[in-house]
Structures are given as C-alpha cells and as structure tokens.
C-alpha cells in the first residue's frame, strides 16, 4: 500500500450509510477505509497519511465533533467533512468552529460531495507541504549561531552591515562573514528570498531585536 496515497476515511455507525460512501469512492478510484466508531479509527489512523475525513456528527463511541477537537489538539490537521441526517445550525456552527471542511445534509449530492472531497484533499496536500517546509527552516535557523540569530534579526530590520558592525562592536568584514553564513544555512541568495523563507517558517518578523550588547532581547510595543 502507497501510504502516500490520499485516503478517505468514512467514519459513520450507519452500516447502510458507510457502504454507499465506501461504493461512491471507490467509484472514482479513491482509496478509501470505513470505520463504524470514532475509537477503531483512532486505533489504527497515522497522521502522516494524506487525504480526508468524512464524519457524521452522532456516533455512538464519540461524537464526530469530539473527534475533531481531539486531533485538532493533537495538532493533525487533516480537512473533516460532516455528513449528518441531524443536521440543525448549532451542530453546523459548532463543527464549523472546530475546523471542519464542511457540513451537509445526508444525502448529499453525489457530485457536490465529490468536488469537496476533491478540494479538502488538496487542501490537506498542500497544508502538508507548507508544514514540511516550515520544518525544514526551523531546522536550518536552529543551526545559526547566537551572533548569527542576533545579526539575522537586524538584516531583517533593514539595518547595513556597516549599522551593524557599530552596533556590536565589530569590524564590517565580521558582519559581512556572519551574513554570508546566514545565508548559506539557511538556503537563500538575497534578503527577498531570505524574508519569504522566514515568514513561510513562521519566523515573527518583530518578535525581537538584539540590544547593544548582542542579546536579543524581546521587543516591547
């Protein structure tokens, strides 16, 4: 099995309800996996697989909300949509606030239903890919070195090298050889490339400034 596949995975404890779900994607060539509880889902779903999930609301172990909040607080955040034949608005505002994908109606236009599958599957792909990407940058600024992190945050802040040799107390070339390893750990050629990586890795842009001493000290509004 490709785990790399995306996968719809079909969580309703209506036996009848599941198996069409299950004969509509399969109907497609989509992979798909049918659980009847909340509990056997988690029992054997790994995060790192891609694709889906398809909830109904009431199920006996756990409510489908329920089961999003949980992941939600376990960090996975793989695309939810609800398929109820209970559906009311404080049920749909409620999963809505917990991060669901969708909320409809049983039984949903077959095609509608596809489209969003389709799109939440996307969705899961690409937020995937940012998250591999945003790790790969932490990772990269975790090598700096102290001076290093202290001088990545004045580049940031517009400041030149001749700025910044005065400010540490340092000669021009020691900041121009700080800032060549900058930018070689972490992957860039420019300060334009260099600002996207950090703001795609999640770097706060004005959560700190270094003091005069070198000490990045944490900024006051």
Not at 83 to 97: K, N, S
């Amino acid at each position: 099995m490709d785990r790399l596949e995306p996968t719809v995975f079909i969580i309703d404890g209506d036996a009848n309800d599941r198996q069409a779900l299950h004969r509509l994607m399969e109907s497609v060539r989509l992979r798909v996996e049918g659980y009847s509880t909340t509990d056997s889902f988690l029992k054997g779903y790994d995060r790192h697989r891609p694709g889906c999930l398809i909830l109904e609301v009431r199920i006996k172990s756990r409510s489908g909300v329920d089961l999003l909040r949980r992941l939600r607080g376990e960090g996975i955040c793989i695309p939810a949509i609800f398929l109820t034949r209970y559906g009311d608005i404080p049920l749909a505002v409620q999963a809505m606030r917990e991060g669901a994908f969708d909320f409809l109606e049983k039984p949903a236009h077959e095609q509608y239903l596809l489209d969003q599958i389709h799109a939440a599957i996307v969705q899961d792909a690409r937020s995937r890919r940012e998250e591999m990407e945003r790790r790969e940058i932490v990772k990269r600024l975790e090598t700096l070195s102290e001076r290093e992190k202290d001088i990545l945050a004045e580049i940031v802040a517009g400041k030149t090298n001749k700025a910044m040799a005065s400010q540490f107390g340092v000669a021009v070339k020691t900041v121009e050889f700080h800032r060549a390893n900058i930018m070689k750990k972490i992957g860039v050629g420019n300060v334009a490339e260099l600002v996207c990586r950090l703001l795609r890795g999640g770097w706060d842009l004005c959560e700190s400034r270094p003091t005069g001493d070198g000490r990045r000290a944490r900024s006051r509004g």
